[in-house]
């Protein structure tokens, strides 16, 4: 009998045998990786190492460094005219600022020289042309405001020294045309009356009836009895 089973494995009728490992799949995968793995780091080396037997990798080096030197360079001259614009920003500021209190300045001293003509022309007003001229309308100032209104100014002195206070009243006479026809009014200058010592200004604000053309103004002080001074003025 156990000769029978001995030839029958030793005959070509004998059955086949498999043999297969006992490694489980997921070794066999992970083999396969560190295989591939391998391969790519021989072959990243083996560029690496072309690269360097060729000079290239110097030559990159080289260059990035004069890159990098490039950039530092440029960044410098950036910040440098950075500071230059922001310094004439500032410094033209500066310029404006010093302009404007100037122009400022100027517009004070403009306005304080023409108060002190202002000043001077009345006080050169105030002086008498003779010793013995009394009571007298000195100076009289007249507008027209947009044709609906009349400004007027009047200055009035007593030259006479130790002169006893006037008492009286003044009154505007408006002459000139209304629809091209002579026209003429009598405005009493002011409700109260006219009280002078040494001088006095008066002034006032009168609406004028419609289409009225005022060509003169006469300025007239009187008292009960009569015109104590008077001075007119022409209209342009």
């Known amino acids: 009998m156990r000769f ?16 297969r490992s006992a490694m489980p799949w997921p070794l066999r995968w992970l083999a396969v990786a ?8 021989v072959a990243l080396w083996a560029f690496e190492f072309g690269k360097s037997i060729a000079g290239l990798d110097v030559v990159s080096q080289d260059e990035l460094l004069q890159l990098r030197a490039e950039v530092a360079r440029l960044r410098e001259q950036e910040q440098g005219l950075q500071t230059t614009a922001h310094t004439a920003e500032s410094t033209l500021v500066a310029e404006r600022a010093i302009r404007e209190g100037l122009l400022g300045q100027v517009k004070q001293l403009e306005a304080d020289n023409r108060v002190l003509r202002e000043d001077l ?22 507008e027209v405001l947009a044709g609906m209104q009349l400004r007027w100014h009047v200055l009035v002195i007593q030259s006479s020294r130790n002169a006893p206070e006037f008492q009286g009243r003044l009154e505007l006479v408006l002459a000139g045309t209304r ?28 609406s004028l009836p419609p289409n009225v053309v005022v060509k ?12 104590k001074a008077t001075l ?4 342009e």
Do not use: H
């Not at 560190?34 to 780091?41: I, K, P, Q, R, T």
């Not at 003169?216 to 015109?227: C, G, I, K, N, Q």
């Not at 007119?232 to 209209?235: A, G, N, P, Q």
């Open 216 to 227: 003169t103004v006469t300025a007239r002080v009187l008292d009960d009895v009569s015109v």
């Open 4 to 19: 029978r089973l001995l030839r029958r494995r030793l005959t070509i009728s004998a059955p086949r045998v498999a043999v």
């Open 179 to 206: 629809n091209e026809q002579p026209w003429s009014q009598t405005i009493p200058a002011q409700s109260q009356p006219l009280q002078v010592k040494q001088y006095r200004r008066v002034e006032g604000l009168v």
């Open 34 to 41: 560190v295989l591939l793995g391998f391969c790519g780091a």
């Open 121 to 142: 022309g009345f006080f050169e007003k105030l002086m008498p042309a003779t010793a013995s001229e009394g009571l007298a309308i000195r100076s009289l100032q007249a």
């Open 232 to 235: 007119s003025m022409t209209l």
